[in-house]
């Protein structure tokens, strides 16, 4: 992905948790990215086609609509075709970094995700993006 060095990365934050998501999002806002949140999977949607963000983290387990639906909307959607997605999932399924690869997901992080961990899984998305 081809930065635009006139504004800084834009990065939307999807966790139903308020202390998770607050935590995550004052995280990576310190460390230069521009950052919004939700805390449902519709809202996601409707935050998403508004900021149009360069990245997302999304949780899996999300109320309203799951991440896994929200994943696949989004890579329908023409501008997040190409848009690295991350999913969180505390979930001890053996299967879900499989299924969160084929709803398209860039990379599939298992909670609890550090924030320095999370911060390195978004530049290594953003690099090979």
Known sequence: MAADPSRPIRVLIVEDTADS???????????????????????????????????VVLDVALPKLDGFTVLRRLRKDPRFARTPILTLSASVANDYRDQAMRAGATDALEKPCLPDELLEAVRKALREA
């Open 21 to 55: 998501r607050d935590m995550y999002m004052e995280f990576l806002g310190a460390n230069g990215y521009q950052v919004t949140g939700a805390e449902d999977g519709l809202q996601a949607l409707r935050v998403a086609d508004a900021t149009v963000p360069d990245l």
